[in-house]
């Protein structure tokens, strides 16, 4: 039985030793960066000089637009709105309060006078 662990041992010590990598060619692999450029996708030095000029293009956005601006007004005059009409609502239940108060006491004078 240890025989056949100790050949098996061996066995899989060779097949590891034929699966490894046999080294790694630095000088291939400094071609194939010289090939696909320093930034590994094919690209160049002269890229990086398209970025400096990307770098100065103007950015248009729709919130810098006047419309946006617009919107925005639109929405601050909408909730202001909404705010004195709540603040009405408010008021005119407390006077209807007040005035159906005002009318029960009538009615229970009313009736005791009675």
Request: proline share 2%; with cysteine; hydrophobic share 45%.
């Amino acid at each position: 039985a240890q025989r056949e662990c100790e050949a098996l041992a061996a066995a899989q010590g060779q097949a590891s030793e034929a699966a490894a990598a046999p080294g790694v060619d630095f000088g291939h692999l400094l071609e194939l960066v010289r090939d696909f450029g320093a930034d590994g996708l094919g690209g160049s030095e002269g890229d990086f000089l398209m970025e400096d000029m990307a770098s100065q293009c103007q950015v248009f956005s729709m919130v810098d637009s006047p419309r946006g601006c617009e919107k925005d007004d639109e929405v601050v005059l909408l909730r202001d709105e909404l705010e004195d009409s709540q603040m009405e609502v408010a008021r005119l239940r407390a006077e209807l309060a007040a005035r159906d108060a005002h009318c029960l006491s009538f009615q229970v004078a009313r009736l005791r006078a009675e």
